[in-house]
T-cell receptor, first 117, second 114 residues
């Protein structure tokens, strides 16, 4: 069975600084997808960034980038130029490579990020 | 329309009540999901519908009864719930045969069982 581990329950960062959230996973599959989701307090969960396992290039989305180390099964999220609006709970998630509709996500326990001015 | 909507936003019910949660999407997604989320915890998968058929039931108690009347609508019928069922109930949907099968989440229904 696949597992996702986020070892940092809480992190903090100052505005304009950079922070890295850690995620490791365990799988025997070679084809899979990884995601970071953001859930602000009392607000909707939204996708921040995604990565296909077969792509060596790290995904980037504006101030968000990942460091994907497939051999080490590591998928960390870097947030550059942090903003107050980045304060949220961040979940790392894994999905099997099946293209079938309805393949479930496996979530880590989450990291609560606080941003101070 | 890239939105998943859920009603109601908040629900308070007694243990003998029957109520329903509703989820709707008009993105043409053919997979829809119900999750239960406790405070400061990750979402826990409850049910998955694929092409309007129940494909995954994660051993959820029978007091939760899902229904998918059509490809856009997902319901969760609640009956004889317990106080420990109080949580945020999230609905999500994803497209079929997309590379990522990214799941789009609704805002959730916050349920309190008295």
């Amino acid at each position: 069975a696949q597992t996702v581990t986020q070892s940092q329950p809480e992190m903090s960062v100052q505005e304009a600084e950079t922070v890295t959230l850690s995620c490791t996973y365990d799988t025997s599959e070679s084809d899979y997808y990884l995601f970071w989701y953001k859930q602000p307090p009392s607000r909707q969960m939204i996708l921040v960034i995604r990565q296909e396992a077969y792509k060596q290039q790290n995904a980037t989305e504006n101030r968000f980038s990942v460091n994907f180390q497939k051999a080490a099964k590591s998928f960390s999220l870097k947030i550059s130029d942090s903003q107050l609006g980045d304060a949220a709970m961040y979940f790392c998630a894994y999905r099997s490579g099946s293209s079938q509709a309805g393949t479930a996500l496996i979530f880590g326990k989450g990291t609560t990020l606080s941003v101070s001015s | 329309d890239t939105e998943v909507t859920q009603t109601p936003k908040h629900l308070v019910m007694g243990m003998t009540n029957k109520k329903s949660l509703k989820c709707e999407q008009h993105m043409g997604h053919r997979a829809m999901y119900w999750y239960k989320q406790k405070a400061k915890k990750p979402p826990e998968l409850m049910f998955v519908y694929s092409y309007e058929k129940l494909s995954i039931n994660e051993s959820v108690p029978s007091r939760f009864s899902p229904e998918c009347p059509n490809s856009s609508l997902l319901n969760l019928h609640l009956h004889a719930l317990q106080p420990e069922d109080s949580a945020l109930y999230l609905c999500a949907s994803s497209v079929h045969r997309d590379t990522y099968n990214e799941q789009f989440f609704g805002p959730g229904t916050r349920l309190t069982v008295l």
